[in-house]
């Protein structure tokens, strides 16, 4: 008997901590794709802003509690402001830096930084604003924006931004916290998506590595050529919905867009991917894969060195920088020829929740300075974010610095210009999975182009009927 | 896992004979097949930890080739993990320690004590265990907030020290314990509280080691609750403490995997450990 418990005593236990062990490892392989993830686990509605909260302003933030002058003018304001961002690494450490930096200019400011885990902000931000515990500004993924402005907690920063800072950044990156004529979130960095090629593989199957393909027709012919002359795969596709979508569905509304479709129509209430564009761009992705140029697995393929090229963030660039796995160039996303350049629009932006005028007056001071012309070009060049700002980006420092330091980032910085934004709607991770599941069976030959479709428009459509 | 332990029993039969040679066989591969899957987890996450950035994806991946020790170092620095690590002690053990005493008495008074409407409230107790923890974490949150608990060890522990599955174990093992070995303490003289502590709680050993085995493993790996009551390092866990590692742009796996390894040592050394208590239990109380 005892020797039997302890058999199955430990059995127990090793599959226990076996799961502990598992858990541990859950990673978000597609970035941007963080949002729905968390809010699906959690009950946490945002409705619950509307209780009545009597612990009420007397308790506050929790940064409120400290000292804090009552004079409006943000230059003579002091107390500490409270930060929650989820980078991590460099780039956490740069924030800090920056942060630091900005205190010693305002003495009696004090910026308290704190690191949230990124799949898990929103959860928390959730919790935090029905119980009043929302820090003075948080910085995450500008997909999650719509959602935080649904909280109606967010400060309109349009006042307290200067004009000629908002003119300044890209139109596409203010299209996520503009409602009505507010704008209630500021971009402070950027991304986009290009061509990453091995150029190992490229040049085994007899191109030239400097002379990536620009269209689709030459895309499809070098992905069919590699896998003959490699077996490995030409271009990798995002084909798997997973659980939350997104990493399928902004990977394929760079293709959407180049084809001169849409996603979803103006005014965000209905789909409109169902078109001659959409067909288009889906029917680019099934060929490819039909013609076994584009493997169907997890994604991860190309990273892993089984696949010639893939669609990827800017940020791998700075990722692969030190220690590329294998020898890889960059460019624009290959567009049909009768088509548009395009690419998708990712990165964080910053919103300020509503206390009182003077701090509010002091949270968007310090994103000012942040976004300003030369902490714009600092904090780019040390962390290998795009510029938010168009003087920046097309301005000569920047420009010699990439060229000397990383000149691969330069495909990903000229295409800002061309980046389009997803949605501004709060269904909008809905949307994208649903979508996803749909387009998902059209790449794996269980429904026709049109038929999928058409079905990712009637799943759409209802998610957006849907009352939020 | 019953399927390891009940092997095919050969019939007592002359035909038997060729049967009782390979069925020890067959089971000792059943059990090697077993041992390997829980095993490969374990070793890919320790060969992992060990690996270059650039060769993570590579194979061996169940045996290391490399030891870029390193990693461990770099994992610890990369956040305070030795402040993670203490606080995940100090939240794990209040836990522990909640569960063991509040649940033993409340198992106590099931089992044994005779009071108006015990089997409903008993009842009312279990069917708590069918609503989901998501469920009750945002009302929890908002009483911590107004307790004024928010980033604090009151809130790591407090809401939490006692659990509805600890009680249901022991009141099933007090249970199972004859009533008369009670009845002969109070023959002797002892009350309710001298019967549980020298007769019943010796008793109940391998339960309690059941018990306090799962609330540490359900305590060090907790994370959603961490999440939401702790606001920055100073009372983090180290669960939280590895979300450093996957982050948006770019997981790192040796170093989430030098840090997983880190964080698993406790729990396999606490496993040891509670092993060995639970097999004496079993043992000195003569209990099959």
């Not at chain 2, 009750?136 to 949150?141: D, G, K, N, R, S």
Request: charged share 15%; aromatic share 10%.
């Amino acid at each position: 008997m005892t020797r039997r418990l302890r058999r199955r005593w430990f059995a127990v236990a090793a599959v226990a901590t076996a799961l502990t062990v598992i858990a541990g490892c859950g990673s978000s392989s597609s970035p941007a794709a963080s949002s729905s993830s968390s809010s699906s686990s959690s009950p946490a509605s945002s409705s619950a802003s509307g209780t009545s909260d009597p612990a009420g302003s007397a308790s506050g933030s929790p940064a409120a509690t400290t000292a804090s002058s009552s004079s409006p003018a943000p230059s003579s304001w002091s107390g500490e402001l409270t930060v929650w961002h989820y980078w991590d690494g460099k780039n956490a450490d740069t924030f800090s830096a920056m942060a630091q930096k900005y205190q010693t200019a305002h003495p009696g400011v004090t910026i308290k930084v704190v690191n949230v885990p990124g799949s898990d902000m929103m959860t928390k931000l959730q919790a935090a604003v029905s119980s009043r515990t929302l820090p003075d500004i948080s910085i995450g993924d500008l997909v999650n924006v719509p959602r935080l402005v649904q909280t109606g907690r967010l400060v309109d920063l349009t006042p307290l931004i200067p004009q000629a800072d908002w003119s300044d950044m890209y139109p596409a990156m203010l299209s996520f916290g503009t409602k009505d004529d507010q704008q209630l979130s500021i971009p402070v960095s950027a991304n986009d998506l290009g061509l990453m090629y091995n150029a190992d593989l490229v040049r085994q199957a007899g191109f030239d590595p400097a002379k990536p393909p620009t269209t689709w027709d030459e895309m499809k012919t070098a992905a069919a050529a590699i896998k003959a002359k490699t077996g490995k795969a030409g271009f990798e596709l995002f084909t798997q919905a997973g659980d939350n979508g997104e990493g399928l569905t902004w990977n394929f509304q760079v293709s959407l867009w180049q084809a001169g479709g849409e996603f979803l129509d103006e005014g965000n209430t209905k789909a409109a991917f169902n078109s001659d564009a959409g067909r288009k761009a889906l029917q680019y992705w099934v060929d490819l894969i039909d013609a076994k140029a584009s493997p169907l697995a997890p994604w991860g393929e190309f990273e892993k060195g089984n696949a010639a090229s893939a669609q990827e963030g800017s940020w791998m660039v700075g990722i692969w920088a030190d220690k590329p796995p294998f020898t890889f160039g960059t460019a624009q996303i290959p567009a049909p020829a009768d088509g548009r350049k395009a690419t998708n629009l990712g990165g964080e932006q910053a919103v300020v929740y509503s206390s009182d005028d003077a701090r509010e007056k002091a949270a968007a001071d310090f994103l000012a300075w942040f976004d300003g012309p030369a902490q714009n070009l600092s904090w780019s060049e040390q962390t290998g974010f795009l510029p938010v700002r168009r003087s920046v980006a097309e301005g000569a420092e920047y420009k010699s610095f990439v060229a000397k330091t990383s000149p691969r980032m330069q495909p990903f910085v000229d295409a800002l210009p061309t980046a389009h934004a997803r949605p501004n709607t709060p269904q909008y991770a809905e949307a994208s999975l649903a979508f996803a599941k749909q387009v998902e069976k059209a790449l794996y030959g269980k429904a026709t182009v049109e038929q999928a479709l058409s079905a990712a428009e009637a799943d759409v459509n209802q998610v957006l009927s849907a009352t939020p | 896992m019953s399927s390891v332990t009940t092997t095919p029993v050969p019939r007592p039969a002359t035909v038997a004979r060729p049967t009782g040679r390979t069925a020890p066989v067959l089971r000792q591969l059943l059990l090697l097949a077993l041992a390997v899957v829980v095993v490969a987890p374990f070793a890919w996450m320790v060969t992992t930890s060990l690996k270059d950035y650039a060769d993570v994806y590579r194979p061996p991946y169940l045996w290391p080739q490399e030891f870029h020790v390193g990693n461990y170092g770099r994992a610890w620095d990369a956040a305070p993990f030795a402040g993670y690590y203490v606080n995940s002690l100090i939240m794990t053990g209040g836990i522990l320690v909640g569960h063991v005493m509040l649940d033993t008495l409340a198992a106590y008074a099931f089992a044994r004590l005779r009071f108006p409407l015990r089997n409903t409230l008993f009842l009312v107790l279990v069917a708590t265990m069918l609503v989901p923890q998501f469920v009750t974490v945002l009302p929890a949150y908002d009483l911590v907030i107004r307790l004024g608990w928010y980033d604090s060890y009151a809130a790591l522990i407090v809401p939490r020290m006692a659990d509805v599955f600890g009680i249901v174990v022991l009141r099933a093992f007090m249970a199972s314990i004859p009533a008369e070995l009670d009845d002969a303490a109070r023959l002797d003289g002892a009350g309710p509280w001298r019967s549980l502590w020298s007769v019943t709680l010796p008793l109940c050993r391998p339960a309690l080691a059941t018990v306090g085995m799962f609330s540490f493993l359900y305590a060090w790996n907790d994370f959603l609750w961490p999440l939401l009551v702790t606001s920055d390092d100073t009372h983090r866990t180290i669960q939280l403490g590895l979300s450093t590692f996957s982050s948006k742009y770019g997981t790192y796996p040796e170093l989430l995997m030098a840090g997983t390894v880190t964080a698993a040592v406790p729990a396999l050394v606490i496993f040891l450990f509670l092993q060995r208590a639970f097999i004496r239990g079993v043992a000195s109380t003569g209990l099959k």
